[in-house]
């Protein structure tokens, strides 16, 4: 804790108090009525601004809440996040690139109001009633938590600094943006994000204020409240990061002020202030951000649909997961070999490849190996070690062993030579070699066998394994095309040279031969235990690696460029009987005013930094505080929400610029107010000491600054009212509506013909 005289010392070295905070214990008895006058001032004041706030709430509530019940059908990127709900009220484990806080968040709600989970959600247009699903209830959370980022928003302009019509329009663009109506009505994620991001700000915000009084009860306790929710914002979605960036970028800046000499602070006490930080807005987000990954686990612990997506030793931890079953396979063994991607056969029959291929290529035209996607017994081999007569039947086979695989229906051995594969010029053709032959061949016929997971010894449906071909060093591999005729529209196996492709793995699935009470005997039924840590860094990489591959093109991915000025939307869902649709969209007027904002942001800095180098100072002190500070920080929030996604190679959508689109409506009303509130005080010369800076609250809001806020609100709710159906999807638009109501051509309106 810091002492009276280091507190003292610390007030007298930092910049002035706000001037509503200033200290009055000098004024003298001449200042009194003023004093009477300011406190009637302040409280009448502050009931305005209660009013304004539970005003601005209860609309928010009711745009959310408008008819939530329509459409009763499963809509867009329902069938994913309910499907999440339901197998958190399974306890199936599920995979998905997303952490895990918001669909547990919607797991409970559904245990609250007596949903099982016995819906999975699997097409859009599903109906909710045909099935008994409570979906009211379901939506109800999100929309909730949708409506409450409209005070939040409020707030946060308030303790900024700024007056009560500023942050009244800030709350009003959010309040009537389409997209926010719409993402926020809906069982999606988006809700939880923005309104745990604003939670980070206003926290922020209210944190920031306590710096003259550092290390008291109320500074500790808003970083803490910074730290917990900016952990929450990251465990609802990965982009929560770009919030920590923005908290990280001003409290970096804050550290580096503390840092200055004319601040007098020890350098002990510098760190005192470092270390603080550390544990509130590093540690303590950590934890929380683990915490969630925990509670995931200890839910989701019996098998499920995402299993495939993790390794043999995870999949070993759920109940009922096959990998337990998994016996040791040895030599001498016949096995099936199964791809794990496609989940076809290694497969060979007594039929070969054509001497040409159909681009006149000339083949081996040996034994054709295929992959086949039905049980079948030319799918099983026997496995061998180097040679037949070192091979000691019964051993174990273990991770980098030289292995031999005999085709047992057509006695020949599996060979990977340097011929081209039918599809593939830059691969081997795979055959097989004849035991009855001189074994002139035996160097083309020997494979490694890799185990990438399930331990050192290959087991059956536990052991994801490579085959390396030891003389031309190439890995067995399948994929999806299909060979012509002549190979019965088979799959292609071939040798690829890529051989750290993830696709060359294959798995065993069963051993002939063995009976029920053989496998009981050697097998493992027991679920098996697996370190927290180890779990999470597992799901942790598999889902960055997932995310950063959903590469595959949609037809309403959008680019980053686009979203501000809504070159593409979204079609949520149409309903083809009654004409209706919801077409993703934001508020176009408000979206480009907001544009046009952010663009005036980088105009004013630029001219006021170019002014001052020529000692000529167009801003006030204390305007110019708050443009940097305050709007600065939404501005530089808006940055860090956006420009990340420039850097991203994986579709992306219109949705994903929701976080930047609030900051984007709070530096519009924030502008607003530095236009006609703040105004512009003529130059100064020389911003000496004796400047006395004016007060940055008005007493009186000019009439100009009501006018144009009235304008801004009135075409914000004319665009949200003009876009409104197709928000909400309640009523269908005639072809001339629609026609109205497509201000660009990329906007591809269902039903418009």
């Known amino acids: 804790m810091a002492t009276g005289s280091e507190s003292s010392l610390r007030q007298r070295s930092t910049v002035p108090k706000h001037p509503q905070s200033r200290d009055d214990s000098n004024n003298t008895a001449e200042d009194a009525p003023k004093n009477v ?50 197998y958190y009220l399974r306890g199936s484990y599920f995979f998905d690139v997303h952490p895990p806080l918001a669909k547990m968040m919607l797991a409970a709600m559904g245990y609250v109001i007596g949903y099982d989970g016995h819906f999975l959600f699997d097409n859009i247009g599903d109906k909710y009633n045909d099935n008994n699903v409570p979906y009211i209830g379901l939506r109800a959370l999100p929309a909730f938590l949708g409506a409450m980022t409209v005070p939040l928003v409020y707030m946060t302009m308030r303790e900024a600094g700024f007056p009560i019509l500023t942050c009244a329009l800030a709350a009003f663009f959010v309040i009537f943006d389409n997209m926010l109506v719409t993402q ?6 988006d809700s939880m994000l923005v309104f745990f991001m604003m939670c980070s700000i206003y926290s922020y915000v209210r944190f920031y204020k306590t710096r003259n009084n550092p290390f008291s009860l109320k500074w500790w306790s808003w970083m803490i409240a910074t730290g917990v929710s900016i952990a929450m914002t990251t465990s609802v979605k990965m982009v929560g990061l770009f919030t920590v960036a923005t908290i990280g970028v001003a409290v970096i800046w804050d550290l580096w002020e503390l840092l200055d000499i004319r601040r007098r602070l020890t350098m002990q006490q510098f760190m005192n202030h470092f270390y603080a930080r550390a544990i509130g807005l590093i540690l303590v987000p950590v934890v929380i951000y683990l915490f969630w990954f925990y509670v995931h686990f200890a839910i989701l612990v019996n098998s499920g649909p995402g299993d495939d997506f993790m390794s043999t030793e995870f999949q070993e931890t759920l109940k009922g997961n096959t990998m337990a079953d998994g016996i040791y396979v040895k030599y001498g063994d016949n096995i099936t070999i199964r791809h794990k991607d496609t989940s076809v056969y290694l497969h060979s ?35 061998y070690s180097d040679s037949v007569e070192n091979t000691k039947f019964g051993k174990q086979v273990k991770d980098k062993d030289v292995i031999r695989l005999l085709h047992v229906t057509t006695s020949s051995w599996l060979l990977a030579h340097d011929v081209a ?86 798995l065993s699935d069963l051993i002939e031969g063995k009976n029920a009470s053989e496998i009981d005997q050697e097998s493992s ?38 979203w501000p000025f809504l070159a593409k939307g979204i079609s949520f869902w149409t309903e083809n009987d009654t004409r209706k649709q919801i077409y993703l969209v934001g508020n176009p007027l408000g979206m480009w005013i907001a544009v046009a904002s952010l663009a005036c942001i980088i105009g004013v800095s630029g001219a006021d930094l170019l002014s001052r180098r020529r000692g000529f100072y167009p801003l006030n002190q204390d305007v110019q505080k708050r443009f940097y500070y305050a709007t600065g920080f939404f501005f530089i929030g808006w940055v860090f929400h956006y420009m990340p996604f420039f850097l991203m190679g994986r579709a992306l959508f ?15 009303a924030a502008v607003h107010g530095f236009i006609f509130i703040e105004g512009v005080d003529g130059p100064i010369s020389d911003p000496g000491p004796e400047t006395r800076p004016r007060q940055v609250q008005r007493a009186v809001v000019p009439v100009v600054a009501y006018a144009t806020g009235i304008i801004l609100m009135a075409i914000h709710l004319g665009s949200f009212l003009f876009f409104a159906p197709l928000s909400y999807g309640t009523s269908a638009i005639s072809v001339a509506g629609l026609a109205r109501r497509k201000f660009l051509p990329q906007w591809d309106f269902h039903f418009a013909k």
């Open 525 to 562: 039924k027991a679920v098996k235990k697996r370190s927290f840590i180890l779990k999470f860094l597992e799901l942790q990489g598999k889902m960055i690696s997932h995310n950063a591959g959903l590469t595959d093109s949609h037809p309403y991915q959008s680019l980053p460029i686009e």
């Open 37 to 86: 006058i300011k406190s009637v001032f302040t409280s009448a004041e502050k009931t305005n601004s209660l009013i304004a706030l539970a005003g601005l709430t209860a609309v928010a509530i009711f745009v959310r809440f408008y008819k939530i019940n329509e459409p009763d059908e499963v809509v867009f990127d329902e069938v994913h996040f309910g499907k999440f709900a339901s």
């Open 421 to 506: 594969s039918p599809t593939m010029t830059t691969n081997e053709e795979i055959t097989t070699y004849s035991t009855n032959e001189d074994g002139s061949r035996f160097n083309e016929t020997t494979f490694q066998i890799i185990l990438e997971s399930g331990g050192d010894k290959l087991r059956t449906m536990a052991s994801n394994f490579k085959l390396l071909h030891q003389a031309t060093k190439v890995a067995i591999w399948t994929h999806p095309q299909k060979l012509p005729d002549w190979g019965f529209e088979q799959q292609e196996v071939n040798g690829n040279k890529n051989i750290v492709q993830k696709s060359n793995l294959w």
């Open 184 to 189: 926020t009505r809906l069982i999606l994620l």
């Open 654 to 668: 219109l949705h994903h610029y929701m976080p930047a689109l609030v900051f984007s409506y709070m530096v519009l």
């Open 349 to 383: 029959h007594y039929h070969n490849y054509p001497l040409r291929y159909d681009d006149g290529r000339i083949s081996s035209a040996g034994q054709q190996v295929t992959g086949y996607s039905h049980e079948d017994p030319n799918n099983l081999w026997q496995i």
